[in-house]
Each structure stands twice: as structure tokens, then as C-alpha cells.
């Protein structure tokens, strides 16, 4: 009798435990999502509705401010510029840390250790203490494109870690592999092509990642090296709308969704590959 | 094979670019920084060489820089506090959690693929002192004496700061631990369980050894980049009111960019080198880990 009391008494604490977790949980996973549903709402409706009802459902869908915000603040251009920088960043990134990662990874030479670890002591150091002689020193190639300036050092700035990923993966893929094709009369440069880069395709998804977020998502150096709001990228382009924070909510937030969105989808079709991608630098580190 | 891992012009041809590049655009600018630092010098006219006069005006003349060295500290420790403990609360919450781990761990990592930039401006609104969702939602609670204009008040500002650093950044951190934690084997939980051992307990003995390896790089991860902040900042208070919530690097881009007081700006930047620098190695070698493997 006891027994089955005992029992009964441990069910029902074993239940309120799991409701008091579950709470705990959603509620904090409401104050994760909330704000983001908020802001939508906030960018389709006018701000006299907003201040009647601030947190509730809106009771308009007025998604013109959307084609204000892309086309007449010329938010669009702002976009095309960041994805422009981004991809291009990446690309160079990556053929920068494929290579030299081949020669530190596999090719065998004096200080090859030592290169190594002057490529990973960038990893250490805070970037922002080259932003001052960068910028004097860039300005000649700012005077005939500011991206392209900023694209250089945002692309050393992927490098380290890029290196680090790539040389360690590289590290254990078995030479017999290449040993067989130069024995055939491969060339070093072909089996790297064809053996080497096809073979490190899970750590180059890793770098791509890794390396777009980072200059999607740059301020400081962006503040300082595009002035000009053509040449803008996303995060300074929606920094433009700060100017009308006082005033009018809607485009600002408007703004700050089309800020969100690519990450969004992005996130849900690919979202294993980007948190293994995101975590993986420190987690090797 | 060997001969060809040791040609020299095929070594040359891949690693002198990235290296040329490297040594460009990190070392030789952190050198230059350092001998601007030592200068007054506003661009257009040449560097004057003026010593260590930067510096002994930093600590002895320039409050804003002392309030920034501080606030630089309080952030980071501030910001260890608020997540790491959560996040390995949520993180064990998670572990043992029978359905929808999957589902609550994507929503919590998703805010750290935002731009710091979209995130602060959005919390700008939630901070908003009339329509903002604290405030609104506290004057919903008849909780009005405790509304505040956040992000303008000298007392908040930074703390406001910190806490949208940490709702972007604490999934992050959870995700890692639970990497961690992925190699303990779900029966171990259970076995504990049997064994009557408490929740507790079994975070204490069986989690948080495996885990500790883990909370060390969220730690170094969490310093390093509170000692360098400047996104959240710029953009939530602009170091305001009164500079009560400046930092470093935004001192840095102030003095330099605004002021154009370059060598001033330099010598911040190397003092925010050092200080990363010197607190990331001591944190390394501080924390000592011993392997665990279960």
C-alpha cells in the first residue's frame, strides 16, 4: 500500500518537475523569439497604432514600407554591397587557405612550423589594433574603390583561422591517396586540385561559413573605411535609419527584418551545417 | 613524391600570397601602431614624435579613458557572469530533456547569426523609454515606479548592454556545452537516477567534469571579445550618457576617427592589445583542465 502511494507520490513530482522545465524553457525561448515577431509587427503598421497597442498582434499588414526601405533608402544597394563582399571574401579566403595550409600541412620544408605559427598568433591578437595604419595605409586603394580597401583586410582577418581548420583537416587525410596518382604521373598541382580540395570539402562548407558571417556582419572597420552611403554594407545601411529613430518606428524596423531574413532562411535549410560552422573555431582552438 | 613535397617553387607559389597578405595587414600595422602611439599626429600634417606623452596623458589627464579601462573590465566580467552560468543551466535543462531538444537549442542559437548591428538596434526599441517592450510590459504589470529610461540612464546603460549581448550570444555558448556534453552516454544520467543520486549531483559529477574543458574556451571566447566590444556599444548608448558606458574601443575610434587625434587613438589601441593579450594568456594558464573522458 505504501509502495503504491510512494509511487503515485513521486509520479506527480516527476510531472510538476517536467512542467516547471518546460516553462522555465518556452519562457525563455518567448523572450528569444518575441522580440523578433515584435519588430516585424512593428515594420506593418504605423507608429500612432503602435503606441495604442505596443506588444500586441497589429491590426494592419502594410508591407509597402518594405519597397520604401529597399528601394527609396536604397537599402537594396546596401545588401548587394555586403553579399558582393562577402562572396568574393570567401572565395579568396578560401584559395588563400588552401594553398598555404597545402604547404604547411603536407609539403615539407624548414620554418614550415614556425610560418604556422605566425599565421595562428592572428588569431590572438585583437583586430581592431590595426584599424588606424590600415586605413592611412589603404587610402590610395580607397581613392579608386573603398570595398575593395575594406576587402583586404577583412580577408586577413579570416585567414588565421581558415588556416587552422584547413591544415588540421588536411592533416588526416592520408597521403597514400596522392602518392597513387603522382605514381601515375599526376602533377603536385593537379593531385591538389583533384585530390585535395574535393577531399576537404566538409571543412571548406566550416570556413565558408565562418568567413561570410564575419564580413556580413562587420561594423568597425566599415564605419571607418566607406563613408560614401553608396558603397555602404547592410549593417551600415540600416544604421542610416537611426536618423529617424525618434520619428518613425516603421521604416527602422522594417529595416532591421530585411537585416534578419537572409539569416533566417539560411538558418533553416542549412541549420546543422551553419552551428557546427559557427562553433567549430573555438571548438578546435 | 618527396621530391615533389619539397620543391621549393611549388612551396613558394602557395604560401607567399597568403603570407605577403598576413604580414601586411597584421604585424607590420601593429608595429606601426605602436610607433604612432608615440606621436601627435592628426593626418594631415606629419607624426610629431612626443614619447610616452600619450600614455601619461591617458592615465594622469583623461578620465574617459580610466572610466572605459574600467567599464572594459566590468563588461567582461559582467558578461561571464550573465552567460555562462545560464548557459550551462539551459544546456543541462536540455541534456535530459526527453522531446524537443532539438527544437529549443535551434531557437537559442539562432540570435548570434545576427548582426550585432540589427540586434542593438532592435533592442533599442525594447529599451525605449515609452513604447519599448520592458517598459510597456512592466506598466502592464502596474510595475510603473520600476520603468527607467534604460539605455540613458548613467546606472543602466552598460548593464542594458550586457544583457543584449547576452540574449544574442548565450545559445552560443549552450550549443558549445552541449558539444561538449554529447559524448556523456545517456545512460550514465539514468544509472545515476537509480542510484537515487540527485539533479545536482549528477551535473556536479558527471556533467561538469567532461564540460569543464568547454566552459574554459567559452570563457576565453566571452573576454576576449568583451575586451574589444564596440558594435553593441556604439550603437546602444554611444558610450553615453556622459560616457558612463564607454569602453576601449570605442574611446579608440572617438579619439581617432572623430577627433582625428591619431596618435592619441593609436596609443589606446595598443594599450586594448595588451590588455587582451595579457588577460587571455593568464585565463589559459589559469584554468588547468585535465582530460576526462568517460
Given amino acids: ?146 570595398r575593395l580597401a575594406l576587402m583586404i583586410p577583412y580577408i586577413v582577418f579570416g585567414l588565421p583561422i581558415a588556416i587552422f581548420l584547413i591544415s588540421s583537416y588536411m592533416k588526416s587525410i592520408p597521403l597514400s591517396l596522392e602518392e597513387a596518382a603522382v605514381m601515375e604521373g599526376c602533377t603536385l598541382i593537379r593531385s591538389f586540385f583533384n585530390i585535395i580540395i574535393p577531399m576537404t570539402t566538409p571543412v571548406i562548407a566550416t570556413v565558408s561559413i565562418f568567413s561570410f558571417m564575419g564580413i556580413w556582419n562587420e561594423l568597425m572597420f566599415a564605419l571607418v573605411f566607406l563613408q560614401r552611403s553608396v558603397v555602404h554594407t547592410l549593417p551600415l545601411g540600416i544604421l542610416r535609419f537611426t536618423g529617424l529613430y525618434t520619428t518613425q518606428w516603421q521604416p527602422t524596423m522594417a529595416a532591421i527584418v530585411i537585416a534578419m531574413i537572409p539569416s533566417l532562411i539560411l538558418y533553416s535549410i542549412l541549420q546543422e551545417k551553419i552551428i557546427g560552422g559557427m562553433t567549430a573555431g573555438s571548438l578546435k582552438g | 613524391m618527396d621530391k615533389m613535397l619539397r620543391n621549393p617553387y611549388t612551396i613558394a607559389f602557395f604560401i607567399t600570397p597568403a603570407f605577403l597578405l598576413f604580414l601586411f595587414v597584421i604585424p607590420i600595422p601593429i608595429f606601426q601602431t605602436f610607433f604612432y602611439s608615440l606621436t601627435s599626429w592628426n593626418v594631415i600634417s606629419d607624426p610629431t614624435w612626443i614619447g610616452l606623452d600619450n600614455y601619461r596623458q591617458l592615465f594622469t589627464q583623461d578620465p574617459h579613458f580610466v572610466k572605459a579601462l574600467i567599464n572594459t573590465f ?176 570605442l574611446q579608440m575610434y572617438n579619439r581617432a576617427f572623430k577627433q582625428m587625434k591619431y596618435g592619441y587613438g593609436s596609443a589606446i589601441s595598443v594599450l586594448l592589445m595588451i590588455v587582451a593579450i595579457v588577460i587571455v594568456t593568464i585565463l589559459q594558464k589559469a584554468i588547468k583542465i585535465e582530460e576526462v573522458t568517460y
Avoid at chain 1, 516527476?14 to 522580440?35: D, E, S
Wanted: proline content about 4%; hydrophobic content about 50%; glycine content about 6%.
Fill in chain 1, 1 to 146: 500500500m505504501s509502495r503504491i502511494y510512494f509511487d503515485a507520490h513521486d509520479r506527480s513530482l516527476h510531472i510538476l518537475k517536467n512542467i516547471l522545465v518546460y516553462g522555465f524553457l518556452v519562457t525563455i525561448g518567448i523572450t528569444v523569439v518575441y522580440p523578433l515577431i515584435w519588430t516585424f509587427f512593428g515594420s506593418v503598421r504605423d507608429e500612432t497604432q503602435f503606441s495604442l497597442n505596443p506588444w500586441g498582434l497589429p491590426e494592419q499588414l502594410d508591407l509597402r514600407v518594405y519597397w520604401e526601405v529597399l528601394v527609396e533608402f536604397g537599402l537594396a544597394r546596401n545588401i548587394m554591397n555586403s553579399l558582393l563582399m562577402s562572396v568574393v571574401g570567401v572565395v579568396v579566403i578560401l584559395w588563400l587557405a588552401l594553398t598555404s595550409s597545402y604547404a604547411l600541412a603536407r609539403m615539407r620544408w624548414k620554418g614550415s612550423k614556425y610560418v604556422m605559427a605566425f599565421f595562428l598568433s592572428g588569431i590572438m591578437i585583437p583586430v581592431h589594433s590595426t584599424l588606424i595604419p590600415l586605413y592611412v595605409s589603404l587610402r590610395p586603394v580607397s581613392r579608386v574603390d573603398e
Fill in chain 2, 74 to 249: 566590468i563588461f567582461a566580467l559582467g558578461s561571464f557572469l550573465l552567460q555562462i552560468p545560464f548557459a550551462f543551466l539551459i544546456a543541462n535543462l536540455l541534456l535530459r530533456l526527453k522531446r524537443f531538444t532539438g527544437v529549443f537549442r535551434s531557437i537559442f542559437f539562432f540570435p548570434c547569426l545576427l548582426s550585432a548591428t540589427a540586434v542593438s538596434l532592435l533592442w533599442r526599441f525594447i529599451y525605449h523609454p515609452n513604447m519599448g517592450l520592458i517598459n510597456s510590459a512592466l506598466n502592464f504589470l502596474s510595475l510603473e515606479g520600476l520603468t527607467k529610461s534604460w539605455l540613458s540612464n548613467p546606472n543602466t546603460a552598460l548593464y542594458a548592454v550586457m544583457i543584449t549581448v547576452a540574449w544574442q550570444w548565450f545559445g552560443y555558448h549552450m550549443v558549445i556545452f552541449m558539444t561538449g556534453a554529447s559524448s556523456i552516454p545517456k545512460e550514465l544520467y539514468e544509472c545515476a537516477d537509480l542510484e537515487g543520486a540527485t539533479g545536482w549531483q549528477s551535473v556536479r559529477y558527471i556533467t561538469f567534469p567532461l564540460v569543464k574543458s568547454f566552459i574554459k574556451i567559452s570563457t576565453v571566447l566571452i573576454t576576449a571579445s568583451s575586451i574589444k566590444a564596440f558594435d553593441s556599444i556604439y550603437i546602444l548608448t554611444g558610450g553615453g550618457p556622459n560616457n558612463a558606458s564607454t569602453v576601449l574601443a
